[in-house]
């Protein structure tokens, strides 16, 4: 699956999650933080489902109506916790994300709006 981490999930998910067969942009390699709705059009552009720990993408989708690829929200995970759950998610519920989904997962919980 293709992935784009946002800058303020761990970078060391990449590996984790390039290990295990999967395209993975993270833009804290980028020369400098373009802003969220860039971010957001680029993960669309590229066909890319959208790793964050920020809310402010799923308001930009649900509020605004912006376009996405699939939004993955990661909540008061620690670093390592982030790259397993990441894993977990995209594998367990791929589809439903490139269909555009946003999911956000907690510690234990699961919490997903359908596309639509």
Do not use: N, Y
């Not at 970078?11 to 969220?36: E, I, K, Y």
């Not at 929200?73 to 894993?87: I, K, M």
């Amino acid at each position: 699956m293709k992935l784009l981490l946002d800058s303020c999930v761990w970078g060391g998910a990449v590996g984790r999650l390039r290990a295990a067969g999967h395209d993975v942009v993270w833009s804290g390699d980028w020369p400098t933080d373009p802003g969220d709705e860039e971010i957001l059009a680029r993960a669309l552009a590229e066909s890319r489902v959208l790793i964050t720990l920020d809310k402010d993408f799923g308001e930009l989708a649900i509020l605004r109506g912006l376009p996405h690829a699939g939004i993955l929200r990661l909540v008061g995970l620690s670093a390592l916790q982030q790259a397993e759950v990441s894993l977990q998610v995209v594998e367990a519920h791929g589809a439903d994300l490139a269909a555009g989904a946003i999911i956000t997962a907690e510690a234990g919980r699961l919490r997903m709006r359908s596309p639509g």
